[in-house]
Each structure stands twice: as structure tokens, then as C-alpha cells.
């Protein structure tokens, strides 16, 4: 069989990491695997493969080699090089039923929401107002650049070892002394950096939650949250996020249900926006402190404040020591740091630790490093400074917009920090029809229902004001008029509401 | 009440990364929550405090400001700023029962002996022969500082985004590419990207166990592997590691148990260096594919070999589809970098990818960039030369001096590729008790009874041989030695057993 054929789609590479008798060999393997080159061929000899392939002769004899050693070829001293009876079989057979062996796997109709925004978060056609994203044009990359020529050149090799599983130490102090000025009572001892707050979440659930637990969560609140404490089977419990706190409902919970955790975001929260004023803050504490409530305080946006700083943390409130603190670089640097970090009782943390050591051992040194750096260079204060300016306009911009475009189709309150945008539409619009509609003319966001942990939410909306610049956002806006134009033509006048495909 | 006197001891830093007004709070803070300054003291004026610490008198304000916003004191107009009936009492009370809240914990007595290798393994005055560390004077950081150098200043700001939780798709690319051409049937939506190999035996666990499978070991193993079957309350089957492979024994554990995994290091195993010959692999493949036996093969060390090139991989030779492979790069490039990989059926990666998004979202960016610019300029081919040919000398200075110091009390084989040499002491001499008498004169290791899920191995341990360079090697082989004399002149002519404290 003529051996050149095969190669005539495949273009041999000098320069790649791969050597170029690695590249022949892997070519002819696949070949006799696939049983194109079937058992029993003689093969070119050496010499002349190297003419027909243009390579050297040492090549040749190396990838010959290599087959050898897989014992898919062998050769007979004085007669040449033949391919092996080969017992591998073309197909996988028989074929491992690995679904079957799979543990039973928790409903994954929402983390497929998520992975879908991210993966919408990256097409170009459709202008994307739905993933929790900071603009990447706004990344302070010239820093990290300067500090990343700074810090290798200069970099003891031991950091690039192993560290310690709850964070590189320096990064740890640095932080620590971060909210020791906030008015956070914490040393160094009671942080851990963790691979994003998402898995600061997991440890919190693997670490707390049985099957069949309580867990007290906001209702709208963050989507992944929800999802996590689904898949360690926790019972979820509701709590309006609308309004005043409901101390007397989550008073009812804590004697009727005994829940492990109260998942809460106090400032800017996600989706809603809204911010616990500090007496409502204080309320929630004593109450917490009263039935030894443990509570998961998430506070990504307490930066990203558009007008005054909003009222300190429960976490610096904390008078029973019974929060735990997550927190993140992602939305105020950049999400592929990834890390993010827990502020918890000495004893909490080294549980968190033990866990964490099974997960991954540690979070990346270069990341954790290139953090301290910047952090220890005070750096973080200016860009602060300059991402609130900036995305304050862009919510300006964009409140404009949707009030000039939109209204009287949906209603929203000027949020006072974070990213979002909560809309609520008019009656007898659904926000999935209305995303139906709106990525056909080119602009995305997240529906309502993501939020809840029953199937509230389908008249309203998460929209993002901060990943796109001004000009983007109200051409998303205009577009999103669009969508709302044709969804109130069709039912003009009555409102009845439309048939859909069932949600959930 | 002088409040000067809370700053003598506190050093106020103009370049810190937190704003002087907010260090000046900080202290003031702490000493009101710790009644140090009571309710009632009235502070003084802020132009007086300015000047007393010698900042600007904005400065002043604004720490005043913080405090207030804390609700710590409150300004009387015409009467000056006064410390607020703070409410919090000094002591956390009630205090959360902290460890009454956890989810019933797995033995935690292994993680322990591998932290506190991982804490060894960093003090100065001991020559660590424990942990499996790769000489951190080898890393290869001038390619990386160049790679990171020139990465950074065109980059693709959405690289610092949220990527696939797959992992960064050039690096998987790239490394399908590599595999293919190692003989490997595998594309690239057959890998994923973890945060070292430890990740993905941790998915490997969370996808495959329920509690009460069995798994099948090799006996010893790898400490990490048994400490995470364990946690999963898995059963585990040992299948000794020496001479050849058992395949009677593993099939009767096949009919008796049906056991889900199989986890096997067929190359350069950790902790005994052997290496399963090629028709052993086909044999274990086909007894597998009979079974339809999930193969978890582990090989963080298949490319460091010292003489011929071990025999391809299990997942090499594959043909039954049921073998999923394992590798990493912190053996070879470093530790820190927390980049290791899974190679699987699509739909095994697309479950590991579901509970992965849980864990983390994805691994660190910056790494995964790195290290795919890392593999295509090509430059891991001519590191792995470069450290082979140093580990190989390293190993042979090792053995020699084991033989001239320490024989007769041990025995070993000469490793032929990876990190250790796997000793086996004279009868009499228990391992615990020689690193006990090691640790006093200075050197240390690995205590056999760590790589075995029962309590054997009390005679063996293991000895990193790459970590330190040759003389410190050599010193510490003869420190070792005169820890070995301590104890062959204690048990001097009748080599009985001497009393231990109990192990586990």
C-alpha cells in the first residue's frame, strides 16, 4: 500500500513542541489502530520514508522506533519492517456504561443556565447584558504586567512550590489587616483564600450541610448559591428580599425548622439591589445571636457603591462570632484570578482546610502572589475609585435609556451599587418570551426565574450595566425595546397571557 | 483619657495600602469594642487629634467619620465627639458550637501526616528527604518570566474572563496534541484542565463513590489516593505492588466484589518505583475490559526516567475505552503552578465538568496561559532532558551513599525512573522510630505505614531523591546513617523489637 497517501493531508510541524518522528509515528499508529494500514504490510524502509517524507534519516528510524516500543510494528533482520497483528479493536468494545456508574447526579437543569451565560457572555453578535461581568477593557492590566516583570524576576522559588492550603501567608496578612481597617475584628488565622467565592459556597456546603438540612436564602438571590445547596440536597426555606428584613417570618423559621445557615447578601444584593440598612443589620444579628444562627454573608458589590458608602458588614457588626464572611477579587479585579476568601472562626477555617486539601491541595501560587503584590502596592484604593466612577455613569446612562426606550413596558429601582439592573415587567409579558425575542435582535439577560428557588420571577429580569461601555449599553437598551415592542404588539390591547413551553 | 498613649505602640504607615484616616480609625475602633476607651469619653477635637498624630486635619475628620458611620461615637454640635454606648460585648456571646455543625468528619489522621510533611518540608534546619518536591532551584522561571513578560503585554483581556470550566481550550489543544502523539487516541473535548492531579482524583471520587464501594489499591500506594477513598467512606481492596502483577487475586476481587475503580500507578509507582512490563499492562487491560473495571491510571512521573523509556501508558493501549488517566505538570515544571489533567470518554469529562463548575468555576487562568505558551514554543522537551539527566545523577549519588553508610540496616532497589527510593530496614528497626531519631540529627522522611490502607509497611519507608542537590543529598544520607546507629547499638546483638507508642 502506498504509506505517502496518508501523509497527504497531514501537515508535519518543525517547529511544534511535538518532535517530528513523534508526529510520523502518531500518524502511522492512528493508521494501523484504524486498520487502514491493515496487519501484514511492509512498510517502507527507513530510508526511503525519509526521502518520501522529507525528513532526515534519523527521524525515520526514531519513529520506526517508537511504533516498535508499541509493538504495533516489528522488524524482520533482512526482510524489512511489518505492521503487527494488531488485537486492539477499531471500536471501544465492549464499552464501559459509564452513565450507570455515575452517583446520582443533582438536578442540572440550573447549572446548564449558567453555563449558558457564560458561554453567550463570549459570542460577538449579540450584546450580552446578562452574566455578572466586569468589563474587561477595565481590568488594571498594566499593573499586573509591571508587577508580573517586578515579581519573577525577583521571586524566591519556594513560592512556586507548595503553599499552605488555606493561602500564600503574605496574601493572607495583607487582607487580614484590609478588614481589621474596615472595622472587622480578624487576624490572619481567620482567612482563607479559596479558588473564587464559588468555592468558599462549596466548602460552606460540604462542611455544614447533610441531606435533608435547612437553609435559610433570600428570595430572589444568587443563582449559583441556590444551585449548590440543591445538589447537597438541603431544604430550602424563602425569605422576601424585597423591603424591610422579615425578622418575624425568619423567627418562625429558626423555632419551627431549625436551619443550619442563613445565606444572605446585605449590600447590593444580587439580583435585586437592595442594601439592609445598619438597624435592620443589627436586628438580624441579635436574632441570629439568640438561636446560634449561623449566617453565610456574600458580599461581592460592597465596593462598587455609586453614591455613599453603604452601612459596615454584618461580618464587622458580628457581636456572636457566628458569621462567616465571603468575599472576591473577581468583580473588582478580574475574574480569572480566581481567588476570592472567607473570614470565619479559627476552627472553621481549619475544617475549610482539611477540605480544601482534598480538593486541590491549594489555591494557584502566581495569582495569589501577583494579588499580594498589588494589594501590599495599594493599588486597589485608585482602581476602586476609577471602576466606581466609570460604572456609576454607565447605570446613569443606562437608567436613561430604559426609561426613554422601555418604559412603560418595565419598571426598576436606580440601584446604588453592584452591576444590575432588577426589572419587572408589565403585566402579562414573561420575562423567557421576552429573552426569546430579544436575543433574535441581539441582546441577552438573565430571567427572573434563575433567582428563585420555586418558579416565581417570570415577569422579571436581571439586566448588567457594567460589562459594556455606554455607547453598547443603550444599543443593547434600544435593542431590548425591540423585543418588547413586538411582544406588546402581539398582545395589543388585552394582555392575555401567551401560550409557552413549560418552565422547569 | 489620653488617647495618645493607644498610638505609642502603633506605627501609622503613609505608603500602606490602607488610607491613613482609616489606620487612625482602626485603632480607636479596637480599643472602644474592647472597652479600653468606655462609653462616654469624649475624644478630642479633631484639629487636636491632627495634631497629636501629626497627620492633616482632613485626615482627622475622616477617621471621625468612619467611627460615626460605625456607630462607635457621635458628635454633639457645640459639644464635641463622644464615645457611643456601644453595645457589642467583648467576648463572642453566646458563641456558636462550632463543631457540633460540621458534617461528621473522615479520619482525619492521614491528612495530617501529609500536612505536616508539606510544613517539614519547609524548615530550614532539617534536609527533607519526605515530600515528593521537585527541586525548586530547577524550575524553569526564566522561560516563564520571558513567557509572562511577553504573554501580558498582548494579551487578550478576555483571557482574564471567566474561561471554560473545561479548562482554557488552547491548553487543551495543546495537550490532546502532545497525548496523540505519544500514541494516545484522544481529542481535545477528551481532557480537562484541574488544579493539580490532587482535583482530579478529588472528581474522580465525587463522580464514581457512593459509600460502601469497593475500590481496588495497589499496596502501598500514593497517600493522597487513600486518604480521598476514605473520606468517601469507599471499601478499599489492596493489591500488593511488588513482583508481578496479582491478576488472579484482582480478578477474584472482580467476581466477589465488583469493585467501581481500579486505581493503579503502572509507572514508576509512588511510593516503590515499579514499573508494570508491557504484557502485564495488555493482560490487566483485558481482564479489565472482561469486567467492564474502570482504570483510574495515575502517572506523575512516567516522564522522569533515568535509563529506557517505560513501556506506553495504559491509556496508551486502551482498548475497551474504560481507563481514565491522570498526569500533572508539578512534578516536572513546578508545584505551583496547580495545573494538572483528566483524560476520559466525553461524558465522563462533561459530569467531571458539571461538579467542577461547583467546586471553582475553573482553574486559574494565568497559569493555564502560561503553561500552554510554555508547551508550544516547545520548551518541555528540553526541560525534561535537562532535569532527567540531573535527577539520574542525583539518584546515583543516593544509592551509593546508601550503600557505603547505611548498609547493612536497609535494603533497596535502584529506582529506574521518578522521585524515590523505597528502603526496606533490617529487621528489628521500626521506621516510625528511625525518623524519630532522623528528625533529631537533622534529615527526614516518609514513614512506610502512610502508603498502606492497613497497618502495614512498619519496616519501610520512602526517600525523596530529588529535591536537594548532591551534597546535601549525600549529607543527608549520612545523618540518616547515624540515626540508624542509635538505634542498631540500642538493639546492639539481639535486634528485638523495642516499645513504641502505637501507630493509628
Redesign the interface.
Given at each position: 500500500m502506498d504509506i505517502s497517501k496518508l501523509f497527504t493531508n497531514v501537515l508535519l510541524q518543525p517547529?511544534?513542541?511535538?518532535?517530528l518522528y513523534?508526529?510520523i509515528?502518531?500518524v502511522l499508529?492512528?493508521n494501523i489502530?484504524n486498520n487502514i494500514i491493515p496487519a501484514g504490510t511492509k512498510l517502507p524502509p527507513e530510508r526511503e520514508l525519509a526521502t518520501m517524507l522529507r525528513v532526515s534519516r534519523t527521524t525515520a528510524i526514531n519513529a520506526y522506533r517508537?511504533l516498535e516500543?508499541?509493538?504495533l510494528i516489528s522488524t524482520k533482520v533482512g526482510s524489512g519492517t511489518y505492521v503487527s497483528n494488531v488485537?486492539?479493536?477499531a471500536a471501544?468494545?465492549?464499552?464501559?456504561?459509564?452513565?450507570q456508574?455515575?452517583?446520582p447526579?443533582p438536578n442540572?437543569q440550573l447549572?446548564s443556565i449558567?453555563?449558558e451565560l457564560?458561554a453567550s457572555?463570549?459570542t460577538d453578535d449579540i450584546i450580552s447584558l446578562a452574566?455578572g461581568?466586569p468589563d474587561?477593557?477595565l481590568?488594571p492590566?498594566k499593573n499586573?504586567?509591571r508587577l508580573?516583570?517586578q515579581q519573577?524576576?525577583q521571586?524566591n522559588?519556594?513560592?512556586?512550590?507548595?503553599?499552605?492550603?488555606e493561602g500564600y501567608t503574605p496574601l493572607r496578612r495583607?487582607l487580614a489587616?484590609?478588614l481589621?481597617?474596615?472595622?472587622w475584628?480578624v487576624k490572619p488565622e481567620n482567612t482563607m483564600i479559596?479558588?473564587?467565592s464559588?468555592?468558599g459556597l462549596?466548602l460552606i456546603t460540604?462542611?455544614?450541610?447533610?441531606p435533608g438540612d435547612y437553609v435559610v436564602v433570600e428570595s430572589p438571590t444568587y443563582l449559583g448559591a441556590i444551585?449548590?445547596f440543591n445538589?447537597a440536597n438541603a431544604r430550602l426555606l424563602s425569605l422576601p428580599a424585597a423591603g424591610r428584613l422579615p425578622l418575624d417570618l425568619l423567627q418562625d423559621y429558626l423555632i419551627r425548622y431549625r436551619p443550619?445557615l442563613l445565606y444572605i447578601m446585605p449590600t447590593f444584593q444580587n439580583p435585586n439591589g437592595r442594601v439592609i440598612p445598619?438597624e435592620e443589620r443589627r436586628a438580624l444579628l441579635n436574632l441570629a445571636?439568640k438561636h446560634?444562627l449561623?449566617i453565610i454573608e456574600d458580599d461581592p458589590y460592597g465596593e462598587l457603591y455609586y453614591s455613599q458608602?453603604p452601612?459596615?458588614s454584618l461580618k464587622?457588626?458580628?457581636?456572636?462570632?457566628?458569621v462567616i464572611a465571603l468575599g472576591t477579587f473577581s468583580k473588582i479585579i478580574?475574574?480569572?484570578?480566581?481567588t476570592g476568601w472567607l473570614v470565619a472562626?479559627e476552627?472553621?477555617i481549619n475544617?475549610f482546610a482539611?477540605e480544601k486539601?482534598?480538593?486541590?491541595?491549594?489555591?494557584?501560587?502566581?495569582?495569589q502572589k501577583?494579588l499580594y503584590d498589588y494589594?501590599?502596592?495599594?493599588?486597589?484604593?485608585s482602581h476602586l475609585t476609577f471602576i466606581r466612577a466609570e460604572y456609576k455613569k454607565r447605570r446613569d446612562v443606562a437608567a436613561n435609556a430604559l426609561k426613554r426606550y422601555c418604559s412603560p413596558h418595565l419598571d426598576f429601582t436606580l440601584p446604588e451599587g453592584g452591576f444590575y439592573f432588577w426589572c419587572t415587567l408589565s403585566r402579562g409579558i414573561l420575562a423567557r418570551q421576552l429573552l426569546h425575542e430579544a436575543t433574535k435582535v441581539g441582546v441577552s439577560f438573565v430571567p427572573g426565574e434563575a433567582f428563585y428557588s420555586d418558579t416565581s420571577g417570570s415577569s422579571e429580569f436581571r439586566l448588567c450595566f457594567v460589562t459594556h461601555h455606554a455607547d453598547q449599553l443603550v444599543e443593547g437598551i434600544k435593542r431590548l425595546s425591540k423585543a418588547l415592542q413586538v411582544l406588546a404588539n402581539n398582545n395589543a390591547g388585552n394582555y392575555t397571557l401567551p401560550a409557552i413551553t413549560p418552565v422547569i
Open positions: 517547529r511544534s513542541p511535538i518532535p513523534s508526529q509515528a502518531g499508529s492512528e489502530k517508537q516500543r508499541q509493538e488485537t486492539l479493536p471501544p468494545n465492549p464499552c464501559v456504561p459509564w452513565p456508574l455515575f452517583v447526579s442540572t447549572p449558567i453555563r457564560m457572555a463570549a452574566a461581568m474587561p477593557s481590568y492590566l499586573f504586567h508580573l516583570v519573577f524576576s521571586l522559588n519556594s513560592d512556586l512550590g507548595h503553599i499552605p492550603t495583607a489587616s484590609m481589621v481597617n474596615k472595622g475584628a479559596v479558588t473564587g464559588q468555592q462549596y460540604k462542611i455544614f450541610l447533610e444551585q449548590l445538589a443550619k445598619l445571636a446560634r449561623v458608602q452601612p459596615p464587622a457588626l458580628d457581636h456572636y462570632g457566628g478580574f475574574p480569572g484570578l480566581r472562626p476552627t472553621v475544617r482539611l486539601q482534598y480538593i486541590d491541595l491549594h489555591t494557584g501560587n502566581i495569582s501577583l494589594l501590599s502596592e495599594g493599588l486597589l484604593d
